[in-house]
């Protein structure tokens, strides 16, 4: 059987939503050579949701069988709060169906293979910074910008999970605190700021006192229908309304950027997401702004990146979590090496 850093050697990456179960084989470079994707059984009973899992698993194996001998494990993006370290999902608010639940040893008692288990955010950080844009780097800040904003922080190759595993809640961080209120219970949370629906929450008032704004006419007349996705292609067109919305965005991110490297001063900063794909051409204003908003005297030179990963950030993440761990159980040296 090939041996964890082998060339051959493959891991499955599983990501679960609230809606769907994504599985692929990834390879040593985090390439993905397959995919498998079903429904997420979210408030059916605990095993009618690993069944779920365990069907996009199973099509895998079926579609992929003269892969099967070089199979080497499984990693698992689920929905937190979760314990890492026991692979326990504890109570995810998508998925009422596990509570408690010992996800990473059903799965490896299904398959008879080792499982790792972590949270979306802290594995994506870490696909980027094993196989992404982060490769080379030994301390990478990573943040996911979407309906939500999550963060990961891999320092010396490992992901940083604090005392109990609840570290790295970025997007919960408040940057006003007379601020909207947030679905976590705190005001002013980066994510009631600068997520998906924060900017087209943003983008509609705008667009209600600015008419004239391509946003309205891109939702069909109802401000009700305006979205990021809507303020990007309006940005796109040269709506000044909507740069403005962008632009707005934009200052929050960096002051709470600002604070990111104040605190831990990260070698890379990515940035992956839908927002961020949106975000992408005021990338190196964030990087130039920095110094506005911290005190760090070489906070220019701390790259600003989009992350490798798209769509398909789930499974590599989920197979990064994997390649570590069978990595470290190989004693071998980390798979993330440090830029000198």
Same mark, same amino acid.
Request: a neutral charge; glycine letters at 14%; proline letters at 6%.
């Given at each position: 059987?090939?041996?964890?850093?082998?060339?051959?050697?493959?891991?499955? &990456?599983?990501? /679960? *939503?609230?809606?769907? @179960?994504?599985? +692929?084989? !990834?390879? $040593?470079?985090?390439?993905?050579? #397959?995919?498998?994707?079903?429904?997420?059984?979210?408030?059916?009973?605990?095993?009618?949701?690993?069944?779920?899992?365990?069907?996009?698993?199973?099509?895998?194996?079926?579609?992929?069988?003269?892969?099967?001998?070089?199979?080497?494990?499984?990693?698992?993006?689920?929905?937190?709060?979760?314990?890492?370290?026991?692979?326990?999902?504890?109570?995810?608010?998508?998925?009422?169906?596990?509570?408690?639940?010992?996800?990473?040893?059903?799965?490896?008692?299904?398959?008879?293979?080792?499982?790792?288990?972590?949270?979306?955010?802290?594995?994506?950080?870490?696909?980027?910074?094993?196989?992404?844009?982060?490769?080379?780097?030994?301390?990478?800040?990573?943040?996911?910008? &979407?309906?939500? /904003? *999550?963060?990961?922080? @891999?320092?010396? +190759?490992? !992901?940083? $999970?604090?005392?109990?595993?609840? #570290?790295?809640?970025?997007?919960?961080?408040?940057?006003?605190?007379?601020?909207?209120?947030?679905?976590?219970?705190?005001?002013?949370?980066?994510?009631?700021?600068?997520?998906?629906?924060?900017?087209?929450?943003?983008?509609?008032?705008?667009?209600?006192?600015?008419?004239?704004?391509?946003?309205?006419?891109?939702?069909?007349?109802?401000?009700?229908?305006?979205?990021?996705?809507?303020?990007?292609?309006?940005?796109a067109r040269g709506d000044q309304v909507a740069r403005e919305v962008l632009c707005e965005t934009v200052d929050v991110l960096t002051l709470w950027l600002g604070n990111i490297v104040d605190l831990l001063e990260p070698d890379i900063i990515i940035l992956g997401g839908g927002i961020a794909f949106l975000l992408a051409p005021f990338f190196d204003e964030v990087r130039d702004r920095l110094p506005s908003f911290c005190i760090n005297p070489r906070s220019r030179e701390i790259p600003v990146v989009p992350a490798?990963?798209?769509?398909?950030?789930?499974?590599?993440?989920?197979?990064?979590?994997?390649?570590?761990?069978?990595?470290?159980?190989?004693?071998?040296?980390?798979?993330?090496?440090?830029?000198?």
């Amino acid at each position: 059987m090939p041996q964890a850093g082998s060339r051959n050697s493959l891991v499955i &990456g599983v990501d /679960i *939503g609230g809606t769907k @179960v994504a599985a +692929g084989l !990834v390879d $040593h470079d985090g390439g993905i050579s #397959a995919r498998s994707r079903g429904p997420m059984v979210a408030r059916g009973k605990a095993t009618e949701a690993l069944g779920a899992v365990t069907s996009v698993i199973d099509a895998l194996f079926q579609h992929n069988q003269g892969a099967c001998s070089a199979i080497r494990g499984i990693g698992i993006c689920s929905p937190g709060p979760l314990d890492p370290n026991a692979g326990v999902v504890i109570n995810p608010p998508n998925l009422p169906c596990w509570r408690d639940f010992p996800l990473a040893a059903e799965v490896s008692r299904t398959y008879q293979l080792p499982v790792r288990v972590d949270n979306d955010a802290n594995a994506a950080a870490l696909a980027e910074a094993l196989w992404g844009a982060g490769r080379g780097f030994r301390n990478v800040f990573c943040t996911t910008l &979407g309906t939500g /904003i *999550g963060t990961g922080l @891999v320092l010396d +190759g490992h !992901v940083y $999970h604090g005392r109990t595993g609840a #570290a790295g809640e970025g997007g919960h961080m408040s940057i006003d605190y007379r601020g909207p209120r947030c679905t976590c219970g705190k005001r002013g949370c980066i994510e009631t700021l600068a997520s998906g629906p924060a900017i087209a929450k943003r983008a509609r008032l705008a667009a209600d006192l600015a008419p004239g704004s391509s946003m309205l006419e891109l939702a069909g007349g109802n401000l009700r229908n305006i979205t990021s996705e809507i303020v990007g292609a309006a940005y796109a067109r040269g709506d000044q309304v909507a740069r403005e919305v962008l632009c707005e965005t934009v200052d929050v991110l960096t002051l709470w950027l600002g604070n990111i490297v104040d605190l831990l001063e990260p070698d890379i900063i990515i940035l992956g997401g839908g927002i961020a794909f949106l975000l992408a051409p005021f990338f190196d204003e964030v990087r130039d702004r920095l110094p506005s908003f911290c005190i760090n005297p070489r906070s220019r030179e701390i790259p600003v990146v989009p992350a490798r990963y798209g769509a398909d950030v789930g499974i590599a993440g989920g197979a990064a979590l994997c390649s570590q761990m069978l990595q470290n159980d190989d004693n071998r040296e980390p798979l993330v090496h440090s830029r000198r």
